[in-house]
């Protein structure tokens, strides 16, 4: 599938378009629709500039076949629209991070996207720490440069991603958070990290300890959109403070049955198949799609690009 198709899809089937920075978005059949809040418009076709694709996925080091069928997807959904960039959500080795795991519940599961160049940024889950925490930071295959917390950009500054360590949330990682998301300029922050400080599923839930001191940051330097795992579901949560959350942490695991659609924070989910998502960022908008192992849609949407403010001593000119 080309690029433009993949994004006429989208667009196609996209609702509930409000102003900047809030999510357009439409299920699949079967889920949760969210009630419109302006009326809907057109969002016509994306600009041919080539934007930054990406996947996620979370609590996946089973090295069992639900595993592996989702990382058949994955390549599957390589081959229609390329990507070369993965985020791990947390929980990517179980049951303890073991080093002597790495190659049966990581590179072999996903050795097709291996060869295909595709790099995957790690971050850390409760799991992992529990005997690999040096070991998995230390992986070359997980790029975390011996580094717990870290971030990086894609598309010449028109993303950039802070992976973060919900496990060992400790002053001196919030004091990097800052002063990182303070000096970014990239269009689209994202972040990334395990515990879900907005989930609708019952066994873990929010985080509420961590939400208290990672929200207060997302608002006030724009992050557009934050995503983990830990609660073995798909989820698009109502976006909370203008950010919006996604937990996505079927990636091996799966819990039927655990989410709560009655929570106030839930918009779409699903809980009865393995799932991972895809994105693509184009300076307007950050378009997403939440797909199983065959490679059918669960949910799908656009999130609008906030106006960008002028720059210092530019006089209005838009940065």
């Not at 049955?257 to 908008?285: H, I, K, W």
């Amino acid at each position: 599938m080309r690029r433009r198709d993949f994004l006429t899809l989208l667009s196609a089937a996209g609702a509930n378009v409000v102003a900047g920075g809030a999510v357009h978005a439409g299920s699949a059949r079967g889920m949760a629709r969210d009630a419109p809040a302006s009326p809907p418009q057109p969002v016509g076709s994306l600009p041919a500039t080539e934007g930054v694709r990406f996947i996620a996925l979370g609590d996946m080091g089973t090295g069992e076949s639900n595993q592996y069928s989702l990382a058949a997807g994955m390549a599957g959904c390589h081959d229609q629209h390329p990507f070369d960039v993965a985020l791990t959500l947390g929980d990517n080795i179980y049951p303890n991070g073991d080093p002597a795991l790495f190659k049966e519940k990581f590179e072999r599961p996903y050795a097709e996207l291996l060869r295909r160049g595709v790099r995957f940024y790690a971050a850390l889950g409760n799991h992992d720490v529990r005997l690999g925490r040096e070991a998995e930071i230390r992986y070359p295959d997980f790029n975390m440069n011996g580094r717990a917390y870290y971030s990086f950009v894609k598309g010449g500054g028109l993303v950039e991603f802070f992976a973060l360590d919900s496990t060992a949330p400790d002053a001196a990682q919030m004091r990097w958070l800052e002063g990182a998301l303070s000096a970014s300029g990239a269009r689209w922050k994202l972040a990334y990290f395990h515990h879900p400080i907005y989930s609708s599923a019952v066994t873990h839930g929010p985080e509420t300890r961590l939400r208290a001191r990672l929200e207060p940051l997302f608002v006030k330097y724009g992050v557009a959109a934050a995503l983990s795992g830990h609660d073995h579901v798909y989820e698009r949560t109502r976006p909370q403070r203008g950010v919006q959350y996604f937990v996505c942490g079927a990636g091996g695991q799966l819990r039927r049955g655990d989410l709560d659609r009655r929570s106030p924070f839930f918009a779409a989910g699903n809980d009865q198949v393995n799932s991972f998502m895809c994105f693509e960022a184009t300076p307007e908008r950050l378009s997403f799609r939440s797909l199983d192992a065959a490679g059918k849609t669960l949910d799908e949407g656009l999130i609008a690009a906030a106006p960008a403010l002028p720059a210092a001593g530019s006089a209005g000119r838009l940065s």
